[in-house]
């Protein structure tokens, strides 16, 4: 008798466990599906036990993280750039003054700070792939994915319209500039220009134009992405050759109107040159969409 109490018994703790087991939900990846907002039923295979499969919205701590991680990593190979191009900076510096034939140091240490400050600057242009790089990557997370594969091309494009602005500016611009300013010395007064301020002032120069040249690419993102077309900027055209202007103003290091008109030429053209882009492949994608 005691032999059947124990086996009834038995069997009921059985069933109790095999009910308590079934009532149970199944927790191999059913709860991480659940907390991202999911119905479980209707999970891709791959999400099961992996909560990154889809890109949850990254707070302002997480993204002022991720520019500090940048903005280390840039500084790291400016730094690394500047050091190997170091050994450059006399012959550098032999080129850059020779438009003006001699320049003079006033302090004991100015010459140094000098070959310094222009050994970042080479350093920094050597790096600048890679930083256009970092900023487009950046710009990436607001993109769709088919817009994403623009980023390489971005960063290559960016650097390349860098080099045609800094070049332009140094064969063209920096000889009118530095002509006419010297011009308006005289026989009581003798320019005594100071390597420290001139080298200041090819470097800002060579800055605001490698930096303005990167227009047309930015609005040609702009209308890729749906937020500018040909029409709106023909439309503010005005406020655009007014704005070159300005732009030439706060930009160039001397407040005379010079210097200010070089910069602002180049930036209407490139400002209509934009449109001129924009409005051929507006016509492209209506083509492609008719054929469709």
């Given amino acids: 008798m005691k032999q059947v109490l124990k086996k009834k018994e038995k069997i009921s703790a059985d069933n109790d466990l095999?009910?308590?087991?079934?009532r149970k939900p199944h927790s191999s990846g059913r709860g991480k599906e659940e907390s991202l907002g999911v119905n479980p039923e209707q999970a891709p295979p791959?999400?099961?036990?992996?909560v990154e499969w889809v890109d949850r919205p990254r707070s302002v701590f997480e993204h002022l993280e991720e520019i500090r991680n940048r903005i280390i990593f840039c500084?790291?190979?400016?730094?690394?750039?500047?050091?190997?191009?170091?050994?450059?900076?006399?012959?550098?510096?032999?080129?850059?003054?020779?438009?003006?034939?001699?320049?003079?140091?006033?302090?004991?240490?100015?010459?140094?700070?000098?070959?310094?400050?222009?050994?970042?600057?080479?350093?920094?242009?050597?790096?600048?792939?890679?930083?256009?790089?970092?900023?487009?990557r950046f710009v990436e997370i607001g993109l769709k994915q088919n817009e994403k594969?623009?980023?390489?091309?971005?960063?290559?494009?960016?650097?390349?319209?860098?080099?045609?602005?800094?070049?332009?500016?140094?064969?063209?611009v920096i000889p009118v500039a530095v002509k006419f300013l010297l011009s308006y010395g005289s026989e009581t007064l003798v320019p005594l220009i100071s390597v420290?301020?001139?080298?200041?002032f090819i470097v800002c120069l060579?800055?605001?134009?490698?930096?303005?040249?990167?227009?047309?690419?930015?609005?040609?993102?702009?209308?890729?992405?749906?937020?500018?077309?040909?029409?709106?900027?023909?439309?503010?055209?005005?406020?655009?050759v007014l704005g070159s202007?300005?732009?030439?103003?706060?930009?160039?290091?001397?407040?005379?109107?010079v210097n200010q008109t070089l910069l602002a030429v180049p930036l209407i053209v490139l400002y209509e040159l934009s449109i001129?882009?924009?409005?051929?492949?507006?016509?492209?994608?209506?083509?492609?969409?008719?054929?469709?």
């Fill in 18 to 22: 095999d009910s308590s087991t079934s």
């Fill in 46 to 50: 791959f999400m099961a036990g992996n």
């Fill in 75 to 136: 500084l790291f190979l400016i730094a690394v750039c500047s050091a190997l191009t170091y050994s450059f900076i006399p012959r550098i510096m032999a080129l850059i003054i020779r438009s003006v034939g001699k320049l003079y140091f006033m302090a004991p240490t100015e010459a140094f700070w000098v070959q310094v400050k222009l050994a970042l600057f080479i350093g920094f242009y050597c790096a600048l792939p890679f930083i256009f790089y970092q900023v487009w």
């Fill in 149 to 172: 594969r623009f980023i390489l091309p971005l960063a290559l494009g960016s650097f390349v319209l860098f080099t045609l602005g800094g070049s332009f500016c140094y064969v063209f």
């Fill in 196 to 200: 420290s301020k001139y080298i200041s």
């Fill in 206 to 240: 060579v800055l605001a134009f490698g930096f303005t040249f990167q227009l047309p690419l930015i609005l040609m993102f702009l209308a890729r992405i749906g937020m500018v077309t040909s029409r709106i900027l023909r439309n503010y055209r005005r406020f655009a």
């Fill in 245 to 257: 202007f300005v732009i030439g103003a706060a930009l160039t290091p001397t407040p005379d109107m």
């Fill in 276 to 292: 001129w882009l924009i409005r051929i492949f507006e016509h492209k994608a209506l083509n492609e969409n008719e054929a469709l």
